[in-house]
């Protein structure tokens, strides 16, 4: 696969997502009520360290952006219950149509030596960023299976593959590049 190509396609999306994300409010009320609860909370467990960790890991590096279907439509705003649980939503290239797996589902009969194995190694096609999971840390990556095996298996499959061709299911984003790319549009600064 062309990495350059790959590139281009990855950074309008982060540009897009920035863009959505300075919309937001910025919280400010938080830090007295939140030094108050710290020191009455109850001592966490270090299992519950590293779900919490991984529902962070989960949350800031994007997963659910394309593997939880309207997350970034809603700005995060969507039930845990539904986190990660795969989007009929596709992306249409030339390496065919794929759609966000459930991951709840990919993960339900792994352990997390299979896991970090899995994730280590991990290779799929585009849009996935394969590359950022293998570059997590071994921790980063233990905490995300501790966090996505708590929520447990839900949902249903994501659609399967539909190579370059054939007919795919809608709704998918159509990833093209034009013919005559601007050189700014390559990478050129
Ligand atoms: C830009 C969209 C996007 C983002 C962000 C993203 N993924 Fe994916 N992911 C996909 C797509 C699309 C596939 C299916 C790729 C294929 O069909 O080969 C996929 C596949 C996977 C798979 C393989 C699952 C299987 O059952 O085959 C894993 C594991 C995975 N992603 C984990 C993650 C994790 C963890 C994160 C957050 C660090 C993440 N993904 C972020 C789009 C994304």
Not at 108 to 116: N, Q, V
Not at 121 to 148: G, H, W
């Amino acid at each position: 696969m062309n990495m350059p190509f790959l590139r281009l396609l990855a950074a309008p999306l982060a540009l897009t997502l920035a863009a959505c994300s300075q919309s937001s409010p910025i919280a400010t009320a938080a830090a007295s009520p939140l030094a108050t609860a710290t020191a009455t909370a109850p001592a966490q467990t270090p299992a519950d360290d590293l779900v919490a960790r991984g529902e962070y890991l989960v949350r800031i590096t994007g997963c659910n952006d394309c593997h939880t279907a309207g997350y970034a439509e809603a700005q995060g705003n969507v039930d845990k219950a539904r986190w990660l649980t795969g989007s009929p939503l596709g992306y249409k290239g030339p390496w065919g149509t794929t759609y966000a797996a459930n991951l709840r589902l990919t993960l339900a009969d792994m352990d997390e030596a299979t896991w970090l194995a899995y994730s280590a190694e991990l290779r799929t096609r585009p849009i996935m960023p394969d590359f950022a999971l293998r570059a997590m840390s071994v921790e980063d990556r233990r905490a995300m299976f501790a966090f996505i095996k708590s929520l447990g298996p839900g949902g249903t499959p994501a659609p399967a593959y539909v190579p370059p061709g054939q007919t795919a299911a809608a709704p998918y984003f159509e990833l093209v590049l034009p013919a005559a790319a601007p050189a700014a549009a390559a990478g050129a600064r």
